[in-house]
């Protein structure tokens, strides 16, 4: 599709052979990479080589999380030198206040998608720089923002001077914002232009996808610092550090005056970007209540923020046996093409579905008790020595998984709120379950680092011993391992703080079933056939740091447990077989595999995003740009005198009609949307009809009047608004001016 997509993100997961991610956001960069060379999609990924990329976990005796920093040799990991035509290693320069810094290229191919990494540990950078790039997710907010500038606009230079010139740039978080600064300059140099008509041309074709779901995890900095370090880089253009400043300043959140002002990078990314969106329908009302203070005036469901649910490469998550079934059920390049939404599993038998599980289990229970072999077996465990090493650990008994970043938010806790009902569960003898934990926590999360200990205490009681195994340093190797082979993977986020949660994903491919919050993607895919939802149908609600429903839902979760999953799972027939539970193996991975891979995502980032917005690009020539922006600007002088003059609505049986006028004050007609607005009622859903404009107010320069027919409703219901109205642009992410009657 034309020149191609750049991609920008701060981590990558494409192998725990090359350690450049922490978590959920690095996967799903690793994932859409892999499902974009299958499908063909002309992607280039950039991001930063760290040097000791995350760390790596290890747990002491007494519980404690331990963080070790091992050195990414890049002479060991899957990357090579990015050479140019004459063979020569390619350098980047970013400008530093008071030096150059610069930066090498390295390249990891990903399939037929390439994936550029920059790293400031060149020798001839001075040795502060040299360690720009050491650790990813630094907490110095000055390291932060050195590596957002060697991403954002050392990322975009090196696309410049490979001749690479993508039609679309894709952020992936907001920490690659710069990228699209850089990007309106490099227009602005090819078409000696100013900055304004640059960014006018460019945004179309730039789209912003968010993962964040609370305004404090916005990468924000001071306006000193920002200063300080981007001054050399702006030298010389028709943009300062103020009005970059403004671009992404946050007083429209904090009502902050100009001397304490702060750049949020994700705004700054929002007023650069032509489309934004969230990574799952729950996720995109979050986004749209984060972002509501920047549009002001404007109704939360108003806020131009779309969502496209986050998929997983299917092929990268799939085990030996669950790949014989669906090779025989939908053929052998079924990830490789664009698959419908179901793949019936008709062909497949019952036995045959259980046998796969069957295998994958012992498979796992072998790998967990290598793993905790090496865990375990020098540390002369106080209690049982066979049970401390998963030797006790059970192959034909329900196994429960969780494993993801250990973080409060997330309630890996949530099953020690009642820590009697876990050991009547942990104790049966005719119905046994067997749980299995990973995770890290932040090494400055003291809370997360708390909920190990706790678990680790747990799980070395003499009682639970053997039952419940902690699995140290979680990567995607260990991921690949548990989500092949647990029955029940468990996920309960406090709602709605999940954005999208794809470690859930993983299983259906292999015939693991959910238990999880009904919250993120679960919320979207979610019906009794396919899993169980904790509290199903839990509405959007407000964003807040909030405990109170963590008790309902640890009983609720309980009693899930207790009267379906493990029933479920132990009600077998004469030959042995869970029927009903085989039903929902069947039904997920029918329902849900597809639905939820990565082939299905970038698919439909392709067709609602990608090419709709490069033929939207394709409009904003220099001229088109520069005739854009200065209607924009003369609309801005003009809007704080329009007006409404008249308000009169006539009643005609079920219907009203109701007319408006209004002063447009020269802004012509064509440019001005008039809207009739009513919120969802006992009446009816929220609707929003466009006013056709009837003929000029007589006697009234710029006056017109406006006429539309609606249903019925009472007094004070109708409210008529004026909006911009531009085809051409993407409104009101691009004009958010709006007027309402008062």
Not at 100 to 108: E, G, H, Q, S, T
Not at 232 to 258: F, H, I, K, V, Y
Not at 371 to 399: F, I, K, V
Request: hydrophobic share 35%; with cysteine.
């Amino acid at each position: 599709m034309g020149p191609g997509i750049a991609y920008f993100c701060m981590e990558y997961g494409i192998s725990e052979s090359l350690p450049l991610y922490s978590g959920g956001l690095g996967v799903l960069a690793g994932d859409y990479l892999k499902a974009a060379s299958d499908l063909g999609l002309p992607v280039t990924a950039v991001g930063l080589l760290f040097q000791q990329g995350y760390f790596r976990q290890a747990i002491s005796t007494d519980g404690e999380q331990m963080e070790f920093y091992p050195y990414n040799d890049p002479t060991m990991l899957p990357v090579s030198p990015l050479r140019d035509e004459d063979d020569q290693w390619v350098r980047v320069v970013v400008p530093f206040p008071g030096r150059n810094v610069r930066l090498r290229a390295w390249k990891a191919q990903v399939g037929r998608c390439e994936l550029l990494l920059l790293d400031s540990n060149d020798p001839r950078n001075e040795p502060g720089d040299r360690g720009i790039t050491s650790e990813l997710y630094t907490g110095d907010p000055e390291k932060r923002l050195q590596q957002e500038m060697v991403l954002g606009i050392g990322g975009w230079r090196l696309l410049r001077q490979l001749g690479r010139q993508p039609g679309l740039c894709h952020l992936n978080e907001g920490h690659c914002a710069l990228a699209l600064i850089e990007r309106a300059f490099g227009w602005q140099e090819d078409h000696q232009s100013d900055f304004q008509t640059a960014r006018t041309a460019t945004r179309a074709t730039n789209l912003f996808t968010t993962h964040t779901s609370v305004a404090a995890g916005f990468d924000h900095f001071s306006g000193s610092l920002l200063r300080l370090y981007l001054a050399p880089w702006l030298e010389g253009r028709d943009l300062n550090a103020d009005q970059l400043l403004e671009l992404g300043s946050e007083r429209a959140m904090t009502g902050a005056d100009s001397a304490d002002q702060r750049l949020n990078m994700a705004l700054l990314a929002l007023n650069m970007s032509g489309r934004i969106n969230g990574v799952s329908r729950i996720h995109q009302k979050v986004s749209q209540t984060l972002f509501q203070p920047f549009f002001r005036r404007w109704p939360i469901e108003d806020i131009p923020a779309d969502f496209v649910t986050n998929g997983v490469h299917t092929p990268s998550w799939d085990s030996p046996e669950s790949d014989a079934i669906w090779t025989r059920a939908c053929g052998q390049d079924r990830w490789c093409r664009p698959l419908p939404m179901s793949c019936p599993m008709t062909a497949i038998t019952d036995e045959e579905l259980w046998e796969m599980r069957r295998l994958q289990r012992n498979r796992l229970i072998g790998y967990l008790r290598r793993r905790l072999s090496s865990q375990h077996c020098e540390q002369n465990p106080a209690n049982n020595h066979a049970a401390a090493c998963g030797l006790l650990l059970d192959h034909e008994t329900l196994t429960l998984g969780f494993a993801r970043r250990f973080t409060e938010y997330k309630r890996p806790d949530l099953l020690l709120k009642d820590q009697e009902r876990l050991l009547r569960l942990l104790a049966s003898r005719d119905r046994p379950l067997q749980i299995v934990l990973a995770g890290k926590a932040h090494p400055y999360d003291h809370r997360g680092k708390e909920i190990i200990r706790r678990w680790k205490a747990f799980s070395r009681r003499p009682d639970v011993e053997g039952k419940v195994v902690f699995i140290e340093d979680y990567d995607l190797g260990v991921a690949n391992q548990l989500i092949q082979g647990v029955d029940v993977w468990l996920n309960c986020p406090r709602h709605p703080w999940e954005a999208c949660g794809t470690s859930g994903m993983k299983v259906l491919v292999n015939g693991g079933l959910n238990l999880s919050q009904y919250d993120g993607w679960w919320a979207e895919a979610w019906n009794a056939d396919v899993g169980w939802a904790i509290r199903p149908g839990a509405t959007f609600e407000e964003l807040r740091s909030t405990s109170e429903h963590d008790l309902s839902d640890a009983r609720e979760l309980f009693d899930l447990l207790e009267h379906e999953v493990i029933p479920g799972f132990y009600d077998v027939d004469e030959q042995g077989l869970p029927r009903k539970w085989l039903q929902q193996i069947r039904a997920s991975m029918d329902q849900l595999t597809a639905a939820y891979s990565a082939n299905r995502m970038v698919r439909e980032y392709v067709e609602r995003f990608y090419l709709p917005m490069t033929e939207q690009g394709k409009l904003r020539s220099p001229e088109t740009a520069a005739e854009i922006l200065d209607e924009q600007r003369q609309i801005r002088k003009h809007w704080p005198r329009l007006r409404f003059s008249a308000f009169n609505v006539a009643e005609s049986g079920a219907s009203q009609t109701y007319t408006v006028e209004v002063y447009l004050d020269g802004i012509d007609e064509q440019r001005i949307a008039v809207e009739l607005v009513a919120e969802a009622s006992e009446y009816g859903p929220r609707t929003v009809t466009a006013m056709a404009m009837q003929h000029p107010l007589s006697g009234s320069a710029h006056s017109y009047r406006y006429e539309c027919m609606v249903p019925s409703r009472p007094e004070g219901h109708y409210t008529p608004r004026l909006r911009v109205h531009d085809e051409r642009l993407n409104l009101p992410l691009e004009n958010p001016a709006i007027l309402w009657l008062k």
